[in-house]
């Protein structure tokens, strides 16, 4: 069967149908009655729909009439070019008004409502059991239409025989006069901007993480922590971190100090775990150590001091690994975090080729 031709892919999308085959799609077209329709056909038939729905609807303004007919889905009923619907907003004086105006009676359960583009009426929700146990709550809603200019407002706080009764207002900078007074709209917030795991790739790599990358993983390997590339899976950003393994980033706009932090805590875990082999190996036992490196380790000060009297050492003096861990009977949990504490200022010393006198004092 011959490919559908670019107006015909055209026409397929008017109909929202999910047809996968040629065969089905062109039975779409001419379900929905699109058979040899052009452009200036389908916008013929809009503008004649919207006109007829303009005279059925003439206490409606024409811009909260295209807020309503803007969420239908018929492609006959989509609004024409050039007619634009309004903005749905807010504002308490508007459903202040609203609430007072509807005559509550005996009623309870009764509060106040939100804006709709189909204006005033009395909204009513129930808790979905019947006879005695049945509970309605009532909402008063109210109508609150700016114009997609944003010089026009059309409200209504109120019903009669036909429907809710509408009035436009002239509205300047989100002000306009309700009932001989001015008022403000309470404007929608503009949506936020959704940040991307393409937004922190870039952020990353402006910072200097220049091994991150984009993939798709399994959750498998992403609760495994690899760092394979597939096609397979969600979308993950990866920091190839060398010889501190992969890392997983987030979208968020902290990403680069997430991603330092989580490298600086993975070399501190590697560090104490290299530390921790080599002084169970016995290759420390040369490192002096100094009360100081007790303290830096998490010893308390008495505990330190009580260790130091038991063995008759003092406190002003360095002695090595070697002698302390002989001495351990029963603290060499503490000895030897103190032991790794030394060898870690040892390390740094060596590095930076001088010592600090302030980190040998008790």
């Known amino acids: 069967m011959k490919a ?4 015909e892919k055209w026409l397929f999308g008017l109909t929202g149908s999910k ?13 929905e009655g699109l058979s040899g329709m052009t452009i200036q056909g389908v ?6 729909n919207w006109r007829r729905a303009r005279d059925l609807n003439k206490s409606v303004p024409a811009l909260v009439l295209a807020l309503q007919r803007s969420g239908y889905f018929s492609w006959k009923m989509k609004l024409p070019r050039g007619v634009k619907p309004g903005v749905l907003c807010e504002c308490n004086a508007v459903r202040l008004a609203a609430y007072g105006a509807v005559d509550w009676g005996r009623l309870r359960k009764h509060a106040y409502g939100s804006s709709s583009a189909y204006g005033a009426a009395v909204r009513e929700e129930s808790n979905g059991k019947g006879g005695w146990d049945k509970v309605v709550w009532r909402y008063a809603d109210y109508g609150c239409v700016l114009s997609p200019d944003g010089k026009k407002v059309a409200y209504s706080i109120r019903r009669d025989r036909i429907g809710p009764v ?6 300047f900078r989100g002000r306009f006069f309700f009932e001989g007074r001015p008022v403000r709209l309470l404007m929608p917030e503009p949506p936020c901007y959704q940040l991307r795991l393409r937004d922190c790739l870039r952020l990353l790599q402006n910072a200097g993480f220049t091994t991150a990358y984009l993939t798709r993983q399994t959750k498998t390997q992403i609760a495994a922590g690899s760092g394979d590339r597939g096609r397979k899976g969600e979308l993950v950003l990866i920091v190839d971190l060398g010889r501190l393994g992969f890392y997983h980033a987030e979208a968020r706009l902290n990403v680069v100090a997430t991603v330092r932090q989580a490298a600086l805590r993975r070399e501190e875990s590697r560090e ?8 169970a190996r016995g290759e420390a036992a040369g490192v ?4 100081a490196d007790s303290y830096r380790a998490g010893n308390c000060r008495p505990g330190t001091t009580a260790f130091a009297g038991r063995h008759n050492l003092e406190m002003t003096r360095h002695y090595t690994a070697g ?6 009977n029963g603290d060499a949990r503490f000895v030897r975090a103190a032991v790794i504490t030394a060898l870690r200022r040892e390390r ?7 010592a600090l006198l302030e980190e040998h004092r008790a």
């Open 19 to 31: 047809a996968k085959t040629t065969a089905a799609q062109r039975a779409a077209i001419e379900r």
């Open 288 to 291: 002096y150590v100094c009360a």
């Open 43 to 48: 916008e013929m038939v809009r503008r004649e």
């Open 348 to 354: 740094r010393e060596c590095e930076q080729g001088y």
């Open 4 to 7: 559908l031709t670019r107006q």
């Open 272 to 279: 104490q775990s290299e530390l921790e082999a080599i002084v």
């Open 323 to 328: 002698e302390l861990l002989q001495l351990a």
């Open 166 to 171: 509408w009035k436009v207002s002239s509205c």
